[in-house]
């Protein structure tokens, strides 16, 4: 357990994982369990997780109300949406959260994370506080500021030097800030403990050479901690990015996607379409949508970080 | 900073981890301090006054509308949740760590792929499978979606543990013509228990979370959990701010017990996501 942090990264490069392990030679083939120990967890995973993920992308051709069977329609459901203006619109919200939460987030939570690496006083009794809104539901969270924000009784009201007349739910901008503001809250702890772990795994040599040079703490931190910490930096920025753009109980609760359809984001839609409007076809599209998007701008990430060639480029430093 | 300056104070992370805290505290405390005074003291006096009445009623009123039953349908999903992860991880973790055959590595892949699967996407085709399965409203239907979706990242954690047994032991073992099943119970089991914890605690910490499973698959008040209680009290009391506090204090209580006992376990496993 102690070196848990070693484990291959989330979902960038399975390959590194089956890489590092050692070759096994043939004596070592003696006792080694088969494919039917993984079967059972793997038909679970593909009936519950990967058919329905194959299925969304079926249904999107398919007109359903709920009820009865689904028909097939062909690119009905996607003409639809491609002339919807609230889709259009919300695809618009979706991406400017999500870029909010990746701008606002990363040096907040590396500040954070590698300020929490170190050894400081009352860490222990920090980090539990720190850590709070790593636990809680996003419904609690949300209702709880939700009931912080209230315009007549929460905060604002009895801020109005700072806030105006208190409505913050009441326009688009104010809106988008609290929706940006309460996704920081409650995702910063998260992104923290990621960099924690990696500034954790910083060689100390690299610091003590650059003392030894006469680095300063700021230099240090710009030559030696940022660069080390290029790998947890993608990681965390596409699951800020996934999380992004599938960000739905915070709206859900506290905007409903108002006012009017001024945070109407593209999962609340799919839920409106779907659940709320029994046009399933359409919420299966908007869903599928997502999911592409989502992997598109995981590729790229990877991509332009040039994590993919990342390996060779740390060879030489630890 | 770092090990190396640790001598000399960083000001600005400090400053920084400060605000933070503020950031964090304060509505802790508005919250707390909420659910113990009286609606009116709340309304009247505004919530970052000192309150000046003390009353537990929020709680019971939390209790009254329902939330004794939605902590129990929470339980019950947790507790199966967690069930259904233990049954099935530790032998995928094993294969996937000690079976060296291809066929593994890409069933490793697909548990990997599965980690960016958000619960939005499939929440369409998923409200179609368990209607069809007769499971709509049904406990199990939430049950079944959201161990599901703590496989992946249960595999990591738990694959990860597995890969820190050296192999002499395996090696040691198979010397003595130990079968993988004698190895899997008398060596993997006892010396992944670190590993088995953080899943554990990985695991009942979702399900407990969980909403949109609920939300979409389930409707009826006896199957309600206690995200949707929230949600629900909100929607029809949402006037009543200490009495909702009070609920979502109530709701929070069982999560910052098992991480008071656990948080390593927990810190650990969620470091362990950011790679190096």
């Known amino acids: 357990m102690t070196t848990q942090i070693t484990s291959a990264p989330v979902a960038v490069e399975p390959r590194k994982g089956a890489r590092r392990r050692p070759e096994a030679s043939s004596a070592a083939r003696v006792g080694r369990p088969g494919f039917l120990w993984a079967l059972p967890a793997t038909v679970f995973f593909a009936l519950f997780a990967i058919a329905p993920l194959i299925m969304v992308a079926v249904l999107s051709f398919m007109s359903w109300n709920g009820l009865g069977s689904p028909e097939f329609v062909g690119l009905d459901n996607w003409s639809r949406l491609a002339d919807d203006p609230v889709m259009l619109k919300s695809v618009w919200l979706t991406l400017l959260l999500t870029a909010l939460g990746v701008v606002i987030q990363t040096p907040l939570s590396i500040l954070l994370g590698v300020w929490a690496a170190g050894h400081q006083r009352n860490r222990a009794v920090l980090s539990v506080v720190y850590f709070i809104p790593l636990l809680l539901s996003a419904t609690a969270v949300s209702v709880l500021w939700r009931a912080l924000l209230d315009p007549n009784f929460g905060i604002p009201a009895r801020a109005t030097w700072l806030f105006g007349d208190g409505n913050l739910f009441g326009e688009q901008a104010t809106a988008i800030g609290v929706l940006a503001f309460v996704s920081t809250w409650q995702f910063t702890p998260f992104h923290t403990l990621i960099y924690q772990g990696a500034a954790r795994a910083i060689p100390q040599v690299l610091y003590q050479a650059a003392e030894i040079d006469g680095a300063g703490r700021y230099r240090q931190f710009f030559h030696i901690t940022l660069p080390q910490l290029r790998n947890s930096v993608v990681t965390s920025m596409i699951l800020m990015i996934v999380g992004g753009l599938t960000t739905f109980e915070t709206v859900l609760i506290l905007t409903q996607g108002g006012p009017g359809t001024d945070t109407t984001i593209s999962a609340y839609y799919m839920y409106q379409k779907a659940f709320k409007g029994f046009d399933f076809g359409a919420g299966a599209a908007i869903a599928l949508a997502l999911v592409i998007a989502a992997t598109i701008v995981s590729l790229i990430v990877v991509r332009v970080s040039g994590y993919d060639k990342m390996r060779s480029d740390m060879e030489g430093v630890s | 900073m770092s090990r190396g300056t640790r001598s000399r ?213 006896s199957t309600k959990v206690v995200t949707l209680g929230l949600y629900n009290f909100q929607t029809e009391h949402g006037i009543d701010i200490p009495g909702l506090l009070g609920a979502v204090v109530l709701s929070m209580v069982p999560v910052l017990l098992v991480y008071l006992f656990a948080r390593r376990a927990l810190v650990q496993g969620l470091m362990g996501v950011g790679g190096k």
């Open chain 2, 9 to 221: 104070p960083n000001y600005l992370a400090g400053a920084g981890s400060m605000l933070w805290l503020f950031l964090v505290g304060l509505p802790l405390y508005v919250m707390l301090a909420a659910t113990v005074r009286t609606r009116s003291d709340y309304a009247e006096h505004g919530p970052l006054s000192f309150p000046e009445s003390f009353t537990l009623d929020n709680y019971t009123s939390a209790f009254d509308s329902g939330f004794g039953r939605y902590f129990v349908n929470t339980l019950l999903v947790t507790v199966c949740v967690i069930g259904i992860v233990l049954l099935l991880v530790p032998p995928l973790a094993y294969a996937i760590v000690r079976n060296r055959s291809r066929v593994t590595s890409h069933v490793f892949r697909l548990f990997l792929l599965g980690l960016a699967i958000p619960a939005q996407a499939v929440i369409v085709p998923m409200f179609y499978l368990i209607s069809e399965a007769g499971l709509y409203d049904n406990l199990l239907g939430v049950i079944l979606p959201t161990a599901a979706f703590c496989l992946p990242m249960s595999a990591l954690i738990l694959s990860g543990a597995m890969r820190d047994i050296s192999s002499e032991l395996f090696e040691a073992m198979a010397m003595d013509g130990a079968s993988p099943r004698r190895m899997f119970f008398q060596l993997v089991l006892p010396l992944s228990r670190g590993g088995l914890s953080t899943i554990v605690v990985f695991s009942a910490l979702q399900a407990w979370n969980g909403f949109l499973f609920p939300l979409v698959l389930t409707q009826s008040d």
